[in-house]
């Protein structure tokens, strides 16, 4: 389960089916902004310190500075993707 799919269940359970409604709605907010600065960190580090993830990429995948370099991008790209409501869903799979 993502991040994004784990913050927006507890708000539904904290906030919404506990009858808090709109009063608390800024929980979910504050939520998708963390993860969206956890995305942007993330992202940002597989370019900042790429050696501590070419050891976790597993020797039989090939091009590892490739596939590091394009999983800093996909983070990068949720992130952003995570700005707009239309697109929330469909970076939440990343």
Same mark, same amino acid.
């Given at each position: ?6 913050? #927006? ?20 907010? #504050?939520?998708?902004?963390? @993860? ?13 310190? $790429?050696?501590?993830?070419?050891? #976790?990429?597993?020797?039989? @995948? $090939? ?18 993707? @995570?700005?707009? $409501? ?9």
């Amino acid at each position: 389960m993502t991040l994004l799919k784990l913050s #927006i269940l507890f708000c539904d359970i904290i906030v919404f089916k506990n009858g808090y409604g709109t009063k608390n709605a800024n929980v979910k907010k #504050i939520s998708l902004v963390i @993860l969206m600065a956890g995305y942007l960190v993330a992202g940002t580090n597989h370019f900042y310190n $790429p050696q501590s993830y070419y050891y #976790i990429i597993p020797a039989y @995948l $090939p091009f590892p500075i490739v596939l590091n370099i394009l999983a800093g991008l996909f983070e990068v790209l949720f992130a952003l993707m @995570l700005i707009r $409501p239309k697109n929330r869903k469909v970076a939440s799979h990343g």
